[in-house]
């Protein structure tokens, strides 16, 4: 796991001083070691720099960037079959000066050339630079696990593994894209190909960009889609034969994620995922893993004495820790650094401090997720197309309930509080009653904020195109299957995994995703929803699994998820440090949101729409992010 940063400048205005700042800025993500390479010709300069944290031969010899014949490589990542295609390639006379996956994979695409992506397992970002073809490939694994940012204006195109880089280029512009900061508003994180800036994008997972250096011209190409194996037709297969299959899948995906020259530990929940990671790879140990958890104070939230419980019957040497709200108090200001962006997601906070403790003991963390997008963990997948269809019935008296709106919003109505939150739930029931299509009722069941709202608030106009509207892509009739192919191009990626990488990187500790191994998903896209939700119990065929490792009896409690009691901190001891950001004069002084608005949301809450919590702290965290880097 590493950090790459580059440039290709057609202005001649970089240069190397400039390109070792930009690397020094991801000095958290490999501490071990560092290289930079920068070339200038008549037309352009290039720079290449790399951050390392040794995992994979551990001797200088990994050093990047490395050179072979015409090419020159830069990588964060890994590649965990690598020593299956070495193996190939020797076969084909190559030689071999280091124990590493990086010189692996630079001699296979000397072979095969770009299509030697194909026949990688693994987490990526590489970059090749091709001086033959005068060409530069960048390339971002399947699922989107190693994070491949860019930025492209007047003849400078940046790249990085975070965007903290783009800042140490004196010609990077900050201009706030107003699609994205609404992306963030309406979901909590910002949707690919969007991040904050102008001109700046992420590279989507699963694509790679072919850029030309002779004709200045970048070429975006898609070389995986979950989609097209939820097109396939689905498979006539017994759940007893699916199982068998599924747990081949699982122990091949686990093991190779073990492959390392440092300690590996794994995180472990009181849930089903991270269960039968450990599980599966204890079963064959003869090692003891180690595991670790954070808990909470407050029992809604705590799931320690499950994941407890879990590492006795499994036999794992177990490291638990109960997060306070001082550990929040002394994490959060660090979230603007850390996430660079505005990220919403709060169970950032015990994400980063379950990668310090385990940072102690271990180099390589494995963490579960991925499971829920895969198998069908989360209720929306069910909850979803059952709206979707109550909605079709009730259309037919759509013109009427629209007529009857005002008597649910009488300002009389709300303040009886027939039910908790409400006016949230009026607005949302006629938000979705309004939809016309599976895509806009699951894409509004995302939403903190509505479009209406986020126009007042940033007082923009703005227009939001992402993978959320691709769901007409999967063609077949099956509801679910849609919804979970989007989960896994959208929420997945750019909150999930976003989450795990910069939380493990912020302490150099590299975390590993094993249910992401694209043969996992390629199998189980093709199975029936019949299979996957069974008995009213989702994840089905995963919990059949890990049944035999883990009693019923002890494992299959309610899903608490992953998440912090953050109503319950900002009620007793984080208010006045919210208030801090969120007063007249903070909110005026970044000079983007619009303070009357969040003085509404700010009093709501205070008259019990506890749900605004959500919303209040999206605002808190852009405030923090915009002073940081604006």
Same mark, same amino acid.
């Given at each position: 796991?590493?950090? !790459? ?141 190693? %994070? ?114 440092? %300690? ?101 963390? !494995? ?136 939380? =493990? ?32 119990? %989702?994840?089905? !065929? !995963? ?28 009620? =007793? ?58």
């Amino acid at each position: 796991m590493c950090g !790459l940063v580059g440039f290709i400048d057609y202005n001649k205005k970089s240069n190397e001083e400039i390109l070792k700042k930009m690397n020094e800025s991801l000095y958290h993500r490999g501490p071990d070691d560092e290289g930079q390479n920068f070339y200038e010709n008549t037309s352009f300069q290039i720079g290449l720099a790399h951050r390392r944290l040794s995992i994979l031969d551990l001797s200088k010899r990994g050093r990047q960037p490395m050179q072979f014949d015409h090419l020159e490589i830069v990588y964060n990542g890994e590649v965990y079959n690598f020593k299956e295609i070495r193996e190939e390639l020797e076969n084909d006379k190559y030689i071999f000066e280091s124990d590493s996956d990086t010189e692996v994979i630079l001699k296979a695409y000397h072979k095969w050339g770009i299509d030697f992506v194909q026949r990688l397992i693994g987490m990526f970002s590489i970059v090749i630079y091709d001086k033959r073809k005068s060409k530069i490939f960048m390339i971002r694994d399947r699922a989107g696990v190693k %994070p491949f940012y860019y930025y492209e204006k007047d003849n400078l195109f940046l790249f990085s593994s975070e965007l903290k880089a783009f800042h140490e280029h004196p010609n990077f512009i900050k201009e706030i894209d107003y699609n994205g900061l609404a992306s963030f508003f309406r979901y909590g994180y910002i949707t690919a190909p969007y991040t904050i800036f102008k001109y700046t994008y992420k590279l989507e997972a699963g694509h790679y960009i072919e850029y030309d250096l002779d004709l200045n011209k970048k070429t975006i190409h898609k070389y995986w889609d979950v989609y097209e194996f939820y097109n396939k037709p689905k498979l006539n297969i017994s759940e007893d034969k699916a199982i068998e299959k599924i747990e081949e899948l699982l122990e091949s995906a686990f093991s190779y994620r073990m492959v390392s020259d440092v %300690p590996v530990g794994v995180f472990l929940s009181g849930g089903y995922d991270s269960a039968a990671v450990t599980a599966l790879l204890q079963k064959n140990s003869d090692k003891k893993l180690k595991t670790f958890t954070i808990g909470f104070e407050s029992k809604e939230f705590n799931e320690a004495d499950l994941a407890k419980k879990n590492s006795e019957i499994l036999g794992t040497e177990h490291h638990e820790y109960i997060a306070t709200v001082q550990d929040a108090i002394d994490i959060i200001p660090k979230l603007a650094d850390i996430y660079d962006e505005p990220f919403g997601d709060s169970s950032a906070i015990p994400t980063i401090l379950v990668s310090q403790i385990a940072k102690k003991e271990v180099s390589v963390a !494995l963490s579960a997720d991925g499971s829920d997008e895969i198998f069908g963990g989360y209720n929306k997948y069910y909850t979803v197309p059952l709206l979707y269809n109550k909605f079709l019935t009730l259309s037919k008296y759509k013109s009427i309930l629209n007529y009857i709106r005002p008597v649910f919003q009488n300002t009389v109505i709300n303040k009886l509080n027939l039910l908790p939150n409400y006016r949230n739930k009026v607005n949302k029931f006629y938000d979705m009653l309004n939809k016309n299509s599976l895509e806009e009722i699951f894409n509004r069941s995302n939403y903190y904020l509505n479009d209406e709202e986020i126009k007042i608030l940033i007082k923009k106009d703005f227009k939001i195109s992402n993978n959320f509207n691709t769901m007409e892509c999967i063609k077949n009739n099956d509801t679910t299957s849609k919804i979970l192919g989007v989960d896994y191009k959208t929420y997945m990626v750019d909150d999930i995994l976003t989450k795990v990488d910069r939380a =493990t990187m912020s302490v150099s500790l590299e975390g590993r995703e094993p249910f992401l191994d694209h043969r996992i998903v390629e199998f189980v896209a093709q199975l029936p929803i019949s299979l996957k939700y069974k008995d009213n119990t %989702p994840k089905y !065929l !995963l919990k059949q699994i890990v049944h035999k490792y883990i009693p019923k009896e002890i494992i299959d409690k309610p899903k608490k998820g992953f998440s912090i009691p953050i109503k319950e901190w900002y009620d =007793t001891r984080l208010k006045d440090y919210f208030m801090d950001n969120l007063s007249q004069e903070a909110i005026e002084e970044v000079g983007i949101l619009d303070f009357m608005f969040v003085k509404e949301i700010l009093q709501r809450y205070e008259n019990g729409e506890t749900f605004l919590i959500k919303n209040i702290w999206f605002i808190f965290i852009f405030q923090q992010w915009a002073k940081r880097w604006l």
